[in-house]
């Protein structure tokens, strides 16, 4: 015990990076928690219980529906599937609710080119009280992950201390790292210590966790959604250097398809967990999701600025007066993301601004696209005033790229 934590010391001390090459682009899949919680009665409400029926119906959508093919690839256990463990100390299932186990489930995750992810806790038990990763059990649970070839670990942090987060997020990295198995890890470390430094060493963080939740649970209704914004903008100079290729700030899941957000704000969500290059996890009922829903979560569009290659995490740029904000992402080949977010509460709002207004200054021409209409405007110089129209907590959204071959032939 003790040789093991000087030895993971001395990992921390050479400043070994997590370089599992997972994870270069944010995540993107499906997460049972937001929407279907600790639902463990199965026998009053079977079609939305935490089992592996759930699953697999919502692994059926995944690949038929579209959503596999644009990248939504992950299909991921939440909290409440534990039944305890067995005699050998080994996690195993609730086998009434999950009779086949976690080995089937992530094979036929697997036969559908989707990959499994699954729940722990570290800490005497997981949030919702069932058996934890104590520090004693890092080692065996990263194997048994790796055994039933689980592709990634959300690893959570209640009924824990400080200390032993500390120890125990990098060693469950070392654990996961030894088994040979890929494993995108999750972490919840940085949310259980308030998410800000000195608490949080955010290089330390990205040595051992591929993403990590850095703040609140999401609810479902808007204003949860701005408290999670509003934490992220505060702290943008914090946050927006943490985020790169392997490593994301997760403000955790996708309300879109629920009952909390409009139209307007389901698009505004969208939007602005792309411009934050975060994580994009539903957390809906894909067999009854609407098209209108649809469409904002496989918007092609979207989904390619989200990947793009850079993995630069965007910021707010400007807070207007009048209750405009614009947040703006780069992007590769010289491109941006840029979203005019409205927090105002009476009617459409005409925003008059220019490029050179937000700060870009080259002398190129830009087309833009709006990637909700579609619409192109082309043939925009930085002094080019415009106006978009943004509706009451909506957000208009463009992809800006300078227009190429303008150059005339030389003589
Ligand atoms: C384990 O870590 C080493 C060194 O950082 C890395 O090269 C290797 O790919 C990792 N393996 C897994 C399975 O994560
Ligand atoms: C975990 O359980 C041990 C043994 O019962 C107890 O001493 C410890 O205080 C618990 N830790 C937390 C953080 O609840
Ligand atoms: C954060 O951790 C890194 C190791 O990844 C270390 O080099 C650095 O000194 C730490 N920063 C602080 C402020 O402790
Ligand atoms: C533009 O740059 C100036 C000077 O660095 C800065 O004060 C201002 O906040 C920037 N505005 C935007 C919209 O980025
Ligand atoms: C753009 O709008 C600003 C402010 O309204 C104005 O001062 C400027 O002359 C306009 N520029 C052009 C090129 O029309």
Not at 385 to 408: A, D, E, H, Q, R
Request: some cysteine; aromatic content about 10%; hydrophobic content about 40%.
């Amino acid at each position: 015990m003790l040789l093991s934590s000087v030895f993971l010391l001395a990992l921390v001390a050479q400043g070994l990076m997590l370089d599992n090459g997972l994870l270069r682009t944010p995540p993107m899949g499906w997460l049972a928690w937001e929407r279907f919680r600790c639902n463990t009665d199965c026998e009053a409400d079977p079609k939305n219980c935490i089992s592996e029926q759930l699953f697999m119906e919502m692994a059926d959508r995944l690949a038929q529906d579209g959503w596999r093919d644009m990248g939504y690839t992950y299909l991921n256990i939440d909290d409440c599937w534990i039944g305890g463990r067995d005699d050998n100390g080994r996690l195993v299932p609730d086998l009434k609710r999950f009779p086949h186990g976690i080995a089937f489930l992530a094979d036929y995750a697997h036969s559908l080119g989707l990959k499994l992810g699954i729940y722990e806790d570290l800490g005497n038990m997981t949030c919702m009280g069932y058996p934890g990763t104590t520090l004693d059990k890092v080692v065996p649970d990263a194997q048994t992950f790796a055994e039933w070839k689980v592709d990634m670990l959300k690893l959570d942090g209640c009924f824990s201390t400080r200390k032993e987060r500390a120890q125990g997020y990098p060693k469950m990295a070392a654990a996961l790292n030894a088994t040979g198995r890929p494993i995108a890890f999750s972490c919840s470390w940085p949310a259980y210590e308030g998410g800000l430094p000195p608490k949080v060493n955010y290089s330390l963080l990205a040595d051992s966790c591929n993403l990590w939740r850095n703040y609140d649970d999401i609810q479902d209704s808007w204003s949860s959604v701005l408290s999670i914004l509003d934490w992220f903008v505060k702290h943008q100079d914090i946050l927006q250097p943490a985020a790169g290729p392997g490593h994301w700030n997760d403000p955790d899941m996708l309300l879109i398809g629920n009952f909390g957000l409009s139209f307007e704000q389901a698009r505004a969500q969208m939007a602005l967990w792309t411009v934050l290059a975060a994580p994009l996890f539903m957390s809906t009922d894909l067999r009854t999701i609407s098209a209108q829903n649809t469409d904002i979560l496989q918007n092609p569009l979207m989904i390619k600025i989200n990947q793009d290659p850079l993995g630069i995490q965007g910021r707010r740029i400007l807070k207007e007066k009048s209750n405009i904000e614009v947040f703006m992402r780069p992007l590769s080949g010289e491109a941006s993301a840029l979203v005019f977010f409205s927090r105002r509460t009476d009617m459409p709002y005409h925003f008059h601004s220019s490029l050179a207004r937000l700060n870009f200054t080259s002398s190129k021409v830009y087309e833009v696209q709006n990637v909700y209409s579609g619409d192109i405007i082309s043939g925009l110089r930085c002094e080019t005033n415009f106006t978009v129209t943004i509706n009451p907590s909506g957000v208009v959204m463009w992809y800006v790229y300078p227009i190429k071959n303008l150059k005339i032939p030389q003589q």
